[in-house]
């Protein structure tokens, strides 16, 4: 991304320019005024004085005048007899009172400095790595493009309306659009603190919808698994996704990847026993995995930190024989130490790891004849087997209070209510519903 540097204290958008340029001209002072059209500069005007400074400046003092001079209340312009030269009037050489103000005023030059502050979090331990690349990228992507020629110090109302509709024409969500105005907010609050301003303008207001995840219902989550342990013992070679020409702003599958391994299949049955995030996958190594053997049968999962939650987590039984299958499998292929990792131990990319997983996901249901999208348009990606571990447990589990659920699964009681138990209606657990506590003398 290229930054442009903007070489004047003032600037308007050319339609208001046109109402009134004469005394927008006079406003401005011994400064240029920059004239934007399409929120791209279009061209700088220049006032007299200001003209004479920069003629002063490069030793111009005497120009050549046009043929024909209009003097100032005369109907027609009067021919000049021989050139005349015009001398410029003394003057002092303009000195900027503040030289560091322009190279502050841009929102590139604040971007960086939000993002220098956000690692320094990072280092304290109030945020993630992964958060401030969030932040990054969002930046890249809308922000930084939109703001590239809004100065700070000229940012209102109706600048964060327009950058709201850029987002809305790309299709983002409700709540992508308010965690993007999040992002703009701190931007401004740090011009603030910078002196560039000394308020944050008024933000339009977002209404946040929330819709409940996607899941799978028992019976496809069965269909699933049984699907991909059949591909991956029958060798079946996957749907060609790139033609290896030219080049790739995405990401593809090199030839290695284009049979479904057994990981696919572990990968299913671990996720919805073991109420782990895609992420988590990508960065479970066997030091992080324990086999508990007494009362109950389970793994604790000693993940890395994920949004802000660092407690270990417990399994369902049947992730124990999951997990042996991989390491059985991973030893077999010289893998399996404690830096290893779980799932696709061979790939040390490991956000190209993910990606194959995810590719793997979307074959496997589409040969398992299983709609990639539920009945609400929602997708159902890698990510839907998290919720299904979490609905299956509200649905099925005996008695399990939402605390417990939550802290287990690394999230908070307000996300299972919003995201989870949302979704959930009478017919889902009809027994539940018909149940009746036991009583003294009452038949049951």
Known sequence: MIARSINANQMIGLREFLTDSMNLVDQCGESPLLVLHDNKPAFYVLPADCWDLICASMGQGHLPVLNATLLAGSPEPIEASQPQQVRAAPVKKYVDPNPGFEKKNNFQFIAEKLLDQEWERVERGELSAGSVGIQKNRLEAHVLPFFRYVAPTQVTHVDL??????????????TTVSQYLVLVRKLLKVAVRSG??????????????????????????????????????????????????????????????????????????????????????????????????????????????????????????????????????????????????????????RNYALAVLGFWFKWVMREAGLSTTDEMNRPRTLYCLRHTAIMFRLLYGQGIDMLTLARNARTSVQMIERFYASSLDGEMNVAMIQSRRPGKGRKT
Do not use: C
């Open 161 to 174: 309306e327009g950058f709201v509709s850029r987002l809305t024409q790309h299709q983002l969500s409700s």
């Open 196 to 349: 560039l301003l000394k308020e944050v303008p008024e933000f339009p207001r977002i209404k946040v919808s929330t819709q409940p995840r996607s899941m799978l219902s028992l019976d496809e989550y069965r269909q699933l698994a049984r699907t991909a342990l059949k591909m991956s013992r029958s060798g079946i070679q996957a749907p060609p996704l790139k033609s290896t020409d030219g080049h790739r702003d995405r990401f593809w599958v090199a030839p290695r990847n284009m049979l479904l391994a057994p990981d696919m299949f572990w990968v299913i049955r671990f996720m919805v026993n073991a109420f782990v995030r895609p992420g988590d996958l990508r960065e479970l190594k066997n030091k992080h995995v324990t086999v508990v053997r007494g009362e109950s049968v389970y793994l604790r999962l000693n993940l890395p930190e994920t949004k802000k939650h660092d407690k270990p987590m417990v399994s369902m039984q049947a992730a124990v024989h999951v997990y042996e299958s991989t390491l059985r499998h991973a030893r077999a292929q010289g893998y399996g130490g404690p830096e290893d990792f779980v799932f696709l131990p061979a790939e040390k990319d």
